[in-house]
């Protein structure tokens, strides 16, 4: 009995390691998966619909081979009722299933989208303003549904018990479930969001707000000119872009207004009266919803929702739909929207009025041109656009909360964190009336101890430079003065710092640009601190803020900047220690 009891434990111990083995080398073959995943994606994005679907095909077979392997051989039966070998077992097979749901996945993503192959390339057209909206709404559902299949759990089942060939290689396959989910997430947004501002749900009316950044506000560029575009059943029109004084309101808007804390230090500015100071907030979360209620106010039209762009958003837009033809400014490009816009189109043209802003004619001719042309793939212009919004040169809103979240995922949304977060941000808004913003550089660096528990005290210097050319004067529309007492080449700007939430001033270095001393306020329960500068053209700013932060969280000790969309992007440099 002894002998016969050893001769059947030596062959479970022997085909338990053959099953070992066998396993092994099954998680071989599964540690390719991940590699060709994520060669589908780039196929997928890049338009070769042929060879994702091949790479697929192949990736498919070996997961199911694998998988019948898993379920059927002898050793694995043997295995399964082994410890540490079932966890391994049980975490191989999860990984394949894992991996059969993504090839899967990705095979109905594929197949939905087929309507949208041409040559062997995979593209969404837009054809004068009109998507082709049974298929994107197609598109977006299965793209939705295989985001929602794929788990959440961070790692695979198994924990300390798994082999580290097998923690590897399913750890890659799992790693890169949470990838796809990621992109099939902002996909799905965005389809999503394309549909609903086309019209797919119904009719929908959106504000252009055109910023010029040669004159900053807080969001952005003070609104100079504005548009209107309207959507019916996938078919997007522009109605008619315009100034902002077309506009313009007789009273300030009451339905909607900002909060109390702002308006207590910035109400004398007319927010809700005076386009050109309605974004001086920087979360545009904040400024949009007094845009839309202020437009509807003058114009007794609903507008479903609010686009912000700038010079650079709308090179963005050329980037995606190619050069337009402008009355006043000629061909503009990609390349040259910027400075056209902002600079030398006031040189060119001397002596047009003051406030003449040829952002707005650039928007006319871009947003007619994508609503009117011929395109064959919108992956240029999205790329572009996403680009755009990462410095916040085009910022969106609406008011339905599904598109808004989708809006927030593609990071279009513009908003500032709620008061328990660690960031910091500067804006400097330009009060001069001049268009010298093109002409700032702007620089903060944060020295001193990082935020800890027991609260620190950090130095933030931020220095300005104006480097308009001294003596300039000409053209008076870019350099000024239009208000007595100032200097032609002078810039008058609000210098804003946001800081974590608690903190205060302790004190500040003396410098011969402030015109009133730092203080410290509150937007919308995020603190700040406020001065304001005059700087001549060629010269500089240098304030440093000494500023006590309380006691913080471990997980916000690390502060997050969040940009400014300025012409020339505002330098920060870390040195908390």
């Known amino acids: 009995m002894i002998v016969v009891v050893g001769g059947l434990l030596g062959l479970i111990v022997i085909v338990a390691i053959a099953g070992l083995i066998h396993g092994l080398q099954l998680e071989h073959r599964l540690k390719t998966l991940p590699a060709t995943l994520r060669s589908v994606t780039t ?60 090839v899967g996945g990705g095979e109905e993503v594929l197949q939905a989208a087929s309507p949208l192959e041409t ?7 837009l054809q004068q303003g009109q998507l082709p909206l049974q298929t994107v709404e197609a598109v977006q559902s299965a793209v939705e549904n295989v985001a929602g299949m794929l ?61 010029n950044s040669a004159e900053m506000r807080g969001s952005g560029g ?23 004084d077309e506009i313009s309101l007789t009273s300030p808007e009451s339905a909607v207004s900002f909060p109390a804390d702002f308006m207590k230090t910035y109400g004398g500015f007319a927010p809700t009266a005076d386009w050109r100071n309605v974004n001086m907030m920087s979360d545009f979360t904040v400024d949009a919803p007094v845009m839309a209620a202020m437009y509807e106010h003058t114009t007794g039209q609903h507008a479903d929702g609010v686009i912000q762009t700038d010079s650079a958003g709308l090179a ?59 395109f064959t793939s919108l992956k240029p212009l999205g790329t572009a656009l996403v680009d755009a919004s990462k410095q ?15 809006i927030r995922i593609l990071g279009f949304d513009g908003a500032l964190p709620t008061p328990g977060a660690g960031v910091t941000q500067l804006t400097v808004q330009n009060f001069g009336a001049n268009k010298l913003d093109y002409y700032l550089e702007s620089t903060i660096t944060l020295g001193g101890r990082k935020p800890t528990v027991t609260g620190s005290v950090m130095t933030a210097t931020i ?18 003065p239009f208000l007595p007492g100032e200097i032609a080449g002078e810039y008058y700007g609000l210098v804003t710092l946001y800081v974590p939430p608690g903190s205060f001033l302790k004190g500040s270095t003396p410098d011969v640009s402030l015109t009133t ?37 471990a997980g916000l000790r690390q502060l997050r900047f969040i940009p400014a969309p300025r012409v020339i992007p505002t330098r920060f440099v870390d040195r908390l220690s």
């Open 43 to 102: 196929e997928a994005e890049s338009g070769k619909l042929a060879e994702a679907q091949g790479n697929l095909a192949r990736a498919e077979r070996t997961l199911t081979s694998v998988n019948s392997a898993l379920y059927n051989d002898l050793d694995f039966e043997v295995l399964n009722v082994l410890p540490v070998a079932r966890q391994n077992l049980h975490a191989i097979r999860a990984g394949v299933q894992l991996g059969l749901q993504m």
């Open 392 to 406: 916040r040169h085009v910022l969106m809103y609406v008011g339905d909360p599904t598109d808004e979240t989708a």
């Open 463 to 480: 220095d300005l430079v104006n480097t308009a050319p001294a003596g300039r004067v000409v053209p008076q529309e870019v350099f000024g």
């Open 316 to 374: 963005a837009i050329l980037a995606g739909v190619g050069p337009v033809a402008t009355r006043m400014l000629g061909t503009v490009t990609a390349g040259n929207a910027v400075a056209l816009t902002l600079s030398t189109a006031y040189a060119l043209y001397p002596g047009r009025a003051s406030r003449q802003d040829y952002t707005g004619d650039l928007a006319q001719a871009a947003f007619q041109k994508l609503t009117t042309g011929r």
């Open 151 to 211: 788990p959440d759990a961070p790692s695979p089942p198994g924990g300390s018990l798994l082999l580290s060939p097998v923690r590897s290689a399913v750890g890659k396959v799992y790693q890169e479930a949470r990838k796809r989910q990621a992109e099939l997430q902002s996909v799905a947004a965005g389809l999503r969001l394309a549909e609903d501002i086309s019209g797919a749900r119904g009719d929908k009316r959106y504000l252009i707000a055109v910023a």
């Open 517 to 553: 001393d730092p203080t410290m306020a509150s937007q919308n329960g995020l603190s700040t601190v406020s001065y304001t500068v005059a700087i001549p053209a060629g010269s500089a700013s240098h304030v440093a803020l000494q500023i006590y932060v309380p006691p913080t969280p």
């Open 119 to 125: 040559s062997g390339q995979l593209s969404v057209p």
């Open 222 to 244: 003070m609104i100079l000119s504005y548009g209107v575009l309207t959507s019916h059943a996938g078919k997007v029109t522009l109605v008619n872009v315009g100034p902002i």
